[in-house]
């Protein structure tokens, strides 16, 4: 009869225990959590805060009584692994109520200790309005004290997943927000183009969004960031990011990778064959990449938790590594992005093209159909698919999940231009945003016209380049790009002549569709210097939200009606 | 200079010019059309009904004044193409205002004619009350028929996609709807087991449905089936199915395939090659059966027509064949399939198996939460997916369109399990049930453990099979299975005795996932014939829903709370 021990529960250590028993009814499964919850939805944390969650009592999804009854496994709360002795293969607990410490022995130890809040040493970390969100004794205790009376100002630093929801939930539960981000932007996955949809998207819903700046010190009524900007808040959450609980391990003498998480094989199994490890606090393999990397999500957590037991029980494992697939609401938007990004892919020296596209959602005349912004990213010059980024009232996951489908299998822009995806007026268009992306995209791999990036718009502009918007009159007099010159695409093939041939032109129309056709007219024309603005007058005006290079923020919200 | 004559618009025809002018700002680009509109949407024809389309206008997309001004091209409305002469590249046009007739010579011609309704010879067919659904003409003569005082009852002849969105939207504005199918379900692209929930939403939302009886005659007031039942309907709308227009094709000699559309090559060339076909006239290959066939949708359509624009630009055409995605909104219910279900894997005799999972579309604790069903057809031993049917009230076509881009990349289970789809709590969980699906499918394709389909249980019941019930005490005491025994999981290792082990024991819970355990706990304790049920009660009762083997259908809707 083997005896397994798994450290911790939620998700991978949940998972992992359940599993073994599915594949071995006589072992002997004991799980230890530190907390007083074994089984909780880590990911619905925020929203007990903004009551979409309404009782703390429904963020526990099993206790350990129906684990016992439904698994025969014994999981044990408020019970921390102190020490792992590896030579006997015995564990040290301490139990957290008595401080009893004891010994279990296993034949396997299943490490998922996840990953703890990284805190660094502010002036005034330690004050009592300061909180972190990790499970739901946190969460409990910032939900009780940002319901007293007189907390109505409150800080979050951090502009990730976890910082960028809490903000959210504090928002819509009537506090005063403001939400602090050291980088350029929020929202690390998506890249600068795209995150602007967000950034106004906080404003919009009221939430005061710093960027570019850090926090310096906690006072009890403020805070204060590296610029000197001081801020009144009552509750600070600090959110900047996790690390990997490695303690246990590394003080094991596990090997621990160069990210700074416990090393595992294809098997998921530490240096120590004996012991297995998943979850947050490992390290995998990126598929893209090819380098080894950090996820902090649930999805991957819970599938290496199934392939970790698997493997005690001498079954395959089909390690391909991960891609990283995400996704959040953010007020009225939702947002979903897979694989890399622009900066990782950068990073990771990979040559690639992006295209940014704007496409209704679901046929124009069927209710709530809405822009949906679409960025994919692709290699150079083979076409393989490498992520995307998409962000919209309507449905966003629904495109990502595809495109990870897709990188999973190794597609190309080829490939998705050809997906026959289910189509309803109700749903989609004929021809989806994620096709259009795809032919967008081969028409740039062959340079079968030239784009330039919404990025590039302002320096162009500020060079006195020829910029042609081929919208109507109407839309162009509610607002448009400094010196621009407006020939709407039905009255481009007679006032061809107004165009300079002597030099670059710059098209856009508002999503860029029209100033597609008006590119390929012009090309046929003899026009050799022609650019399409990739993601148009929205991607544009997005861009420089915060820059003001043609007008003001609320000019810009009035006239072009991104609501 | 190309002269390019294009027959018919809407999809097919409208994206062939169009591609054509991008391609070449030259070429003389005429499309004909017989009737009023060149560019509508098509497939949003039945929303103008239930007014989520509020104007008839709105349902025109392109006007002859925007092709010309948008794209130099020449549409001409009212004109029919009546003859094709090959050997003289040229074509008649009947000018069906002022029944003139001319001609017009062509380098390439382009056919969409797309398909007609089929219309039987019912006595009494051609009654002013009856109508067909194809155009905004016909749209709107049914709709400004449909308003007068005196029409209160209305029968649908059909439940393909048509006949069921007709009748929703007229039971949305009000109407008493009668729906009339001959074959023993509607919506024949799913399973007789997945339908049956579409059934149940059509009869909550109070249409008359009748299944497995066709119209035999129509009178002033109603209309006659075969079985002798008499339906009162003051209009009558008849949506049986499509039929390729292949007139103007076959009397040019054009060959035409096996299943009665337009043969086309893999470039949408027909066996003249100045002659191309696009839509819904068409045969196409379908890359799972390897096998011709038709479909009538609006996506294959779109790509066909931009292939055969690229083709006489002497572009390659990448010509993989079609799968069939496709979706639906059906009251409160959205649906999506994609690929073979179950009759279509037999009919291509390819070897198969399926599964039947029933899980919830978001983290259960989120607003909305809602259990969606899901169907994974697979070829066995091979584990390549081979199609999946989608119904709930959440995000079906997400799950779908996975799955289409799993199926065209030739996915296998294995891959589906595998697959890193984004995860937030609002839009899914950890593991999403298309992942589930594979587990379960791959436990089945290593005969992990022996499952039966709902549809076997009525039988099983009958011969007195035993089937334990895993539910706990107060779901079982809100109905069950006759002669089930009830032991709830969390009992089952104290209670294994009261299960014989002489003979098939067949086990189920609410959705499946409690009895998955139980079978493999049993399996470990030496049971050898032990079975689970696919789809579990939610999936029985759903598939007795008519039959009522058990209970009435009301005391289901009330006991079982499937709303």
Redesign the interface.
Same mark, same amino acid.
């Given at each position: 009869m083997k005896k397994v021990l798994v450290v911790g529960g939620v998700?991978g250590g949940a998972t992992a225990a359940v599993r073994v028993r599915?594949l071995?009814?006589?072992a002997e499964i004991i799980m230890f959590e530190k907390g007083p919850h074994v089984s909780f !939805?880590n990911? +619905?944390l925020p %929203?007990y805060l903004g009551r979409?969650?309404e009782s703390k009592e429904?963020?526990v999804l099993m206790t350990p009584e !129906?684990f016992k009854?439904? %698994?025969?496994i014994e999981a044990r709360v408020n019970q921390e692994v102190i020490r792992i002795h590896r030579e006997e293969k015995t564990v040290e607990i301490k139990n957290l109520e008595t401080n009893e410490v004891y010994k279990e022995s296993y034949d396997v130890l299943i490490l998922s200790p996840g990953a703890n809040p990284v805190v660094p040493p502010f002036e005034g970390v330690n004050l009592p309005h300061v909180f972190t969100v990790r499970n739901v004794a946190d969460i409990d205790r910032l939900h009780q004290y940002v319901n007293q009376s007189n907390v109505e100002r409150i800080a979050v630093i951090g502009g990730g997943f976890i910082g960028v929801e809490v903000a959210e939930n504090l928002r819509e539960a009537g506090k005063v927000v403001t939400l602090v981000e050291y980088s350029p932007q929020i929202m690390a996955p998506f890249d600068e183009d795209m995150v602007q949809i967000l950034h106004k998207e906080m404003l919009d819903h009221g939430i005061q969004l710093i960027v570019g700046d850090g926090l310096k010190k906690i006072t009890e009524n403020a805070i204060e960031l590296n610029s000197g900007k001081q801020v009144e808040a009552q509750a600070v959450v600090l959110a900047i990011g996790v690390k990997p609980e490695i303690t246990l391990a590394k003080e094991a003498g596990l090997e621990i990778g160069e990210l700074g998480g416990i090393k595992v094989n294809a098997n998921y199994q530490t240096s120590d064959p004996s012991i297995y490890a998943v979850g947050d606090a490992i390290e995998v393999y990126h598929r893209l990449t090819h380098k080894p990397t950090r996820l902090a999500?649930?999805?991957?957590?819970?599938?290496q938790a199934r392939a970790a037991a698997d493997h005690i029980y001498g079954q395959k494992t089909?390690n391909?590594g991960?891609?990283? /697939?995400? +996704?959040?609401?953010i007020f009225d938007l939702?947002c979903?992005?897979?694989g890399l990004n622009e900066r990782a892919a950068k990073e990771a020296n990979i040559r690639y093209d992006s295209v940014y596209v704007i496409a209704p959602d679901k046929?124009g005349? =069927?209710?709530n159909s809405n822009p949906l912004h679409f960025k994919l990213i692709f290699e150079v010059p083979t076409g393989r698919i490498l992520g995307a980024q998409a962000i919209g009232k309507g449905?966003a996951?629904?495109r990502?999940?595809?495109i990870?489908?897709?990188i999973? =299998?190794?597609?190309t822009l080829?490939?998705l231009?050809?997906?026959?995806?289910? %189509? /309803?007026? =109700? %749903? !989609?268009t004929?021809?989806?945003v994620v096709n259009i992306a795809a032919l967008v995209g081969l028409n740039i791999l062959h340079a079968d016209y030239k784009q330039v990036h919404v990025s590039k718009v302002r320096n162009l502009v500020e060079q006195g380049a020829t910029f042609i918007d081929v919208r109507e009159n109407h839309e162009f007099e509610s607002g448009h790009l400094v010196n621009a010159i407006n020939i709407p695409?039905?009255?481009l093939?007679e006032r061809v002549d107004e165009i300079p041939r002597d030099k670059p032109v710059y098209i856009h129309c508002r999503s860029g569709q029209?100033s597609y056709?008006a590119v390929?007219?012009l090309q046929?024309?003899g026009f050799t210097n022609v650019y399409n603005v990739s993601g148009s007058f929205l991607g544009i005006c997005l861009y420089e939200y915060f820059t003001d290079v043609t007008t003001s923020r609320e000019k810009i919200v009035t006239d072009y009606n991104f609501k």
């Open positions: 998700a599915r071995d009814e006589k !939805s990911c +619905s %929203y979409v969650v429904k963020l !129906s009854t439904k %698994y025969n999500l649930a999805g991957p957590a819970v599938r089909n391909k991960v891609i990283g /697939s995400s +996704s959040v609401k939702n979903a992005v897979t046929v005349l =069927m209710p449905n996951d629904k990502i999940d595809v990870a489908a897709l999973t =299998m190794g597609g080829e490939d231009k050809e997906l026959e995806l289910t %189509y /309803s007026p =109700m %749903y !989609s004929a021809r989806d695409l039905s009255e093939r029209r056709n390929k007219i046929h024309l």
